[in-house]
């Protein structure tokens, strides 16, 4: 079962109809304990780290996250759900996040000033890991983002990176851990592709 995290800040609806519409059994979570039921988790997002992180906290969703993924339940965070999976962000201040894979979340700076800031509408992605969630995609997919904040990693998780002024990385795996600062369920036909993926992980 798909568990779709609800801490108040999310399009948890728009990411629980498309599963439904895949033909998946998803529910919407809402306390810690819930997440033993679910052989998969994810975390939708929109808005501030700081207030996202502090929310996760204070209901011990955070630490129910690191239990269910350190035993090798299936997680995907998307967009802030992404960056909430990583050790840091600098957005406002400095927060620490979930540290599930190795990165930081700083402040999308274009090299050509002419792009605007935050990034909305649609981007093809440079895929660099097809296994697992990419391999039906299209040679160069367009999908859906809305965020000022991005990932920076030295580590080799990196699975797609995006070009909007300069190059960023906009998805990350390792191992159960699945990322994606673009919206696959706002993304048509190819982002459901990514969800259907992850549905059927094994």
Known sequence: MIGIIDYGMGNLRSVHKAFLHLGFEAEIIKLPEELIKCDKIVLPGVGAFG????TLKSSGMDEAIKSSTKKGTFFLG????MQLAFEE????GRFEGLSLMP???????????TYKIPHMGWNSLIIRKRDPLFKSLSQAPFMYFDHAYCLKTDSDIASADCEYGEVFQAAAQSENIFATQF????SGEEGLKILDAFGRLT
Do not use: F, M, N, V
């Not at 207030?51 to 502090?54: E, L, N, R, S, T």
């Not at 990165?103 to 000033?113: A, C, N, Q």
């Not at 919206?183 to 706002?186: A, D, G």
């Open 51 to 54: 207030d996202a992180i502090k």
């Open 78 to 81: 998307i967009c802030l759900g």
């Open 89 to 92: 962000s600098y957005e406002g």
């Open 103 to 113: 990165g930081s979340i700083t402040r999308l700076e274009p090299l050509d000033k």
């Open 183 to 186: 919206h696959p369920e706002k």
